[in-house]
């Protein structure tokens, strides 16, 4: 009986078997597990980490990684075809993303020349990001309408990326410190209702209260009541509910059961827990 192979020995097997054969022009495409679109496995060294296939296809055929980045030539992603995969940077590797329209904010206009230039001779982006706000900022000028910034935004919608010490800052803070040469304190604002306009009009010191209220007004958090995606029950519901159970022929539970709420629902709903900003006629 032959000896027991795990998965990622048999996978890693395969792909060395796969390179042994004499390489084309054609991609070789990954048929296993991925990872953000690129195929993945694991070494037999210790600890059995995880690397990109088409980074161990390079490793393999090559004798060194392709570091920092290994760029797919062909733009597949699961392609490992040591042929179509060159080492690059960072800087590159966004570029490319950007090029072929593979990141979720591509910037669809010109590029500016810095940006060319810094992506040509390998710069980082961070460090092209930061010569870009400062170009678009001043060709803006005292403009009233919204500077979009069409670059990387955080889970929240913000612009964000990296100053000149290489610390991550949202760009309309960044912006704020440009204009007026410190730090907003404690909050700097955008007026409008657009997060990623970074134009230096539409941004202002705030207090934290202040800052809440703005996002309520833009209708970030003003989400009450049927606003809110959750909600059960309206308006003229909670109406109803309060005249039902004022009339005192109603329990809180009967009231629940007849709306499909809890209990605790009701209760919130008749101590203005909840639904405090609807009032009965």
Request: glycine share 8%; with cysteine.
């Amino acid at each position: 009986m032959p000896p027991f192979k795990s998965t990622k020995r048999l996978r890693y097997e395969w792909l060395v078997d796969q390179l042994s054969k004499p390489l084309t022009d054609q991609c070789i495409l990954w048929p296993f597990e991925t990872q953000r679109g690129y195929g993945t496995l694991h070494l037999l060294s210790s600890g059995r980490p995880k690397v990109f296939a088409h980074r161990l296809a390079y490793k393999l055929h090559y004798g060194v990684w392709p570091n920092p980045c290994g760029r797919h030539t062909c733009d597949v992603s699961l392609c490992f075809n040591p042929l179509h995969i060159v080492a690059g940077t960072v800087a590159e590797n966004n570029r490319d993303m950007l090029d072929r329209g593979h990141h979720r904010n591509q910037y669809t206009g010109p590029l500016p020349k810095r940006l060319r230039y810094a992506v040509k001779h390998g710069r980082e982006l961070d460090i092209t990001l930061y010569a870009w706000l400062v170009e678009a900022i001043r060709k803006h000028g005292d403009s009233d309408g919204c500077l979009l910034w069409p670059w990387p935004v955080n889970a929240s919608g913000f612009p964000r990326l990296r100053d000149l010490a290489h610390r991550n800052i949202l760009a309309h803070r960044l912006v704020f410190r440009l204009i007026h040469g410190r730090e907003a304190v404690p909050f700097a604002t955008q007026t409008c209702q657009d997060h990623t306009c970074i134009s230096p009009r539409h941004i202002a010191e705030s207090s934290k209260i202040e800052a809440w209220r703005k996002a309520g007004h833009n209708g970030a958090n003003n989400r009450r009541g049927e606003r809110n995606g959750s909600a059960k029950l309206d308006a003229e519901k909670v109406r109803e509910i309060r005249r039902m159970y004022a009339s005192g022929h109603y329990s809180q539970q009967r009231i629940a059961d007849q709306f499909s709420v809890g209990q605790n629902t009701v209760s919130c709903i008749l101590l203005n827990k909840t639904w405090g900003h609807v009032s009965v006629p």
